[in-house]
Nanobody
């Protein structure tokens, strides 16, 4: 079992930046592809970004491409999401997840493990 804990959320003005972190509980973290999802009030959970187990492949949703960067440090068992040029519509709870194959990693149902989320609020 892998326990995931997100951190780094908070309140930021539009145009600002935040870096989210997701710490994994075990040293086999490096064997899993990982992703970030978000859920805003009144909306369904949506895909944000994903990265392969070795960091060699990444994927992004169209609405964050060019603004967000996903990365991982397997030596530290940590996943990151650097968020730049934040917009009010980015306001949501952000979740990290682990365990999806690359072929289907845009679907939240393909992930085996989930964190509890961290709130990101972007003010106008």
């Amino acid at each position: 079992q892998v326990l995931l804990v997100e951190s780094g959320g908070g309140l930021v003005q539009a145009g600002g930046s935040l870096r989210l972190s997701c710490a994994a509980s075990r040293r086999t973290f490096s064997m899993y592809a990982m992703g970030w999802f978000r859920q805003a009030p009144g909306k369904e959970r949506e895909f944000v970004a994903a990265v392969s187990w070795n960091g060699g492949t990444t994927d992004y949703s169209d609405f964050v491409k060019g603004r967000f960067t996903i990365s991982r440090d397997n030596a530290k068992n940590t996943l990151y999401l650097q968020m730049n040029n934040l917009k009010p519509e980015d306001t949501a709870v952000y979740y990290c997840a682990a365990g999806a194959p690359e072929s289907t990693w845009k679907s939240g149902t393909e992930y085996s493990y989930w964190g509890l989320g961290t709130q990101v609020t972007v003010s106008s």
